[in-house]
């Protein structure tokens, strides 16, 4: 990922563990940044720890910064919707507990109508109630270090090749990606 010329965005993004988060949108050109965080919680400063305790209300997020004349929001929000179950409360696959839920933090009032567009008008795609939550993003943490570009440094991990890895083919699938 290397800094695009033209104005950038961020937004923020739940869609279950951070790491598959992160594996799969640090693949799209326009994609500047993906920091993995915490987010939509009230503790301060929480750990990684804390967090998966599920007392903190915040989820696993990645905060990403793109360059919407390369990647608009739309196409960020059809990744997202393909790379997770946007139906399931509170787990993705064996993750389970709202540490893992589907959420959008937009930045501002066009992130949330376009988000609220998008999920809207692909609820017809799912046979259930589409439940990501979609909020004003208040503070975001960063993660701790050793979560950053995760899948990258360890691809031959158990959980690597068995959760992330089939999302990233999955979404390289649908998106013509090699």
């Known amino acids: 990922m290397k800094k695009m010329a033209g104005k950038t965005e961020k937004i923020v993004f ?15 050109k326009g994609v500047v940044a993906t920091v993995p965080g915490y ?23 990645l ?21 997770h179950d946007p139906t399931s409360m509170n787990r993705q696959g064996a993750d389970v507990g709202s540490q893992y ?12 109508k376009t988000a609220q ?22 503070q975001f943490y960063p993660a701790e270090g050793y979560h950053k570009k995760y899948y990258d440094k360890n691809k031959l991990n158990p959980y690597c090749m068995l959760v992330i890895g089939p999302k990233v083919d999955k979404v390289k699938k649908k998106f013509r990606l090699r």
């Not at 793109?66 to 929000?77: F, T």
């Not at 567009?117 to 208040?138: N, R």
Request: hydrophobic share 35%.
């Open 63 to 83: 905060e990403i910064e793109y360059d919407p004349g390369v990647a608009p929001l739309e196409k960020l929000l059809d990744i997202f919707i393909t790379m």
């Open 101 to 112: 839920r589907s959420i959008i933090l937009y930045m501002n009032d066009e992130q949330k």
């Open 14 to 28: 739940g869609g279950g563990c951070f790491w598959c988060t992160e594996a799969v949108f640090s693949m799209f």
């Open 117 to 138: 567009e998008f999920l809207a008008s692909h609820q017809k795609d799912f046979g259930k109630p589409i439940v990501t939550e979609i909020k004003k993003l208040d």
């Open 39 to 61: 987010a939509g919680g009230n503790s301060k400063n929480p750990t990684y720890e804390e967090v998966c305790t599920g007392t903190t209300g915040h989820a696993e997020v």
